[in-house]
DNA sequence: TATAATCCGTTGTTTTTCCAACAAACTTTT
DNA sequence: AAAAGTTTGTTGGAAAAACAACGGATTATA
């Protein structure tokens, strides 16, 4: 156990948390330790979900199946994030699935303790909820700004959206982007030959200029 | 102040709170009323968000300028409902603005103090966290949903995957929806004429049964 | 009840996207 | 440095969506 804290001490959610806090916090919040081989269902749709969970170690991806039965990757889960936090606080049932895509370790947190703190009212419950609050609200905010880019009509808008406010957030009209192309169309909502080409027409009309992951909102 | 407080008593965010502890609240939360004339700005793009919003009479609009000036209506805020709140956990600027439709009452929060309990760690506290972590939850679902929906390539698919969301959360293969057909429209992102073109052709598949709000899916 | 206003479905045209296939550029491996 | 694999850009035809315009139905208003 000892050992799994130190994996994920520096984690979002454990952040300004006292090391030697960590182990009484496993206990106030029932933290379990669960391994999980390749290829396992980590948690199944439909299945009520009381605990998040923070991996510790491995990889896991939340997939969707939609109503033909098609598969489509929701997200990656890199050790130290956090993942089910938002079905574990709402009375929903989730309609994903995660997988670990190699053996992972998870941790388990009770998330009805996290947001109820013990009578003796333990110093790092505050900053946990505090944490909490912080990845639930940046996810939020990611989501809405998603969502604004795939609410244009056209993949030029949708482009055009989504290098804006990149240009907002790292403050300069030169910004580099986390995605390859293949990456930024599903990020989208595109095909990426489709959006290859609308890159390369707003590159002739002048407004961008752009080399791979490097982009340049030319004018206004 | 006790008269607006009789109004948002029974919101989401203060479920399961006592009457009693209300007032004692407003003071650990530092809480401010303000006034708005219909038209007027209640909160501005790029100014720093230290406390959310809790209206209390009223009617607000969310609404957001793209790269070319272009606004759209994110949501409209109605009497107990919260705004801002995502905004006020993270150190992003925000990049909407927030307007009166009609003459508004607000009453703002402490985001901070709300998730940092005073030494005392008033019993209210663990409720309001708990509270909020519901309501910002929930809002993340349903965004989640709401891309589930948009992301997918035609409008037959995305109105077939809305209408399957829904007939899960209705337990029903009869539901009935709280969109008309622009707003449905707007919802997943299409063209309205287009997309009432798509319901028709459904309906002749044999796939979709529906009358103004009522729908019924067929088959499988 | 008449009138106005809004909502909804239909159709034809234009624009955009998807799709598949391929070639060029770049990376990684051997 | 060659070979294999991956990523990106390009193109043309097929499919779908946007757009505009209109008429009928429903709802709200005078």
């Not at 299945?47 to 990656?76: C, H, P, W």
């Not at 303790?113 to 505050?126: I, M, T, Y």
């Not at 609050?133 to 609410?151: G, Q, Y």
Request: neutral net charge; hydrophobic residues 40%; contains cysteine.
């Amino acid at each position: 156990m000892i050992n799994e804290l130190e994996k994920i001490k520096d984690s979002v959610l454990l952040q300004d948390i006292k090391v030697e806090e960590l182990s009484s916090m496993l206990g106030c919040l029932r933290g379990v330790i669960k391994h999980y081989k390749k290829g396992e269902e980590v948690l199944s749709e439909g299945a009520e979900i009381k605990k998040f969970g923070l991996l510790t170690e491995g990889k896991l991806q939340i997939v969707q199946y939609d109503y033909l039965g098609n598969k489509s990757i929701l997200s990656i889960i890199e050790p130290k994030q956090i993942f089910a936090e938002a079905y574990a606080y709402v009375n929903r049932l989730p309609s994903m699935n995660v997988e670990a895509l190699v053996d992972s370790t998870v941790l388990f947190l009770d998330s009805d303790k996290l947001s109820s703190p013990c009578q003796n009212c333990c110093s790092f419950h505050k900053q946990l909820v505090k944490n909490l609050l912080f990845i639930i609200s940046n996810k939020n905010v990611n989501l809405t700004e998603k969502i604004e880019c795939m609410a244009k009509r056209t993949t030029k808008e949708k482009l055009l959206t989504f290098l804006s406010l990149e240009s907002i957030k790292q403050n300069s009209k030169e910004i580099y982007i986390q995605y390859d192309r293949q990456g930024l169309a599903d990020y989208l909502g595109v095909e990426r030959s489709a959006m290859s080409a609308e890159l390369s027409k707003l590159k002739n009309e002048g407004i961008l200029e752009y080399n791979k992951n490097w982009f340049k909102l030319l004018q206004k």
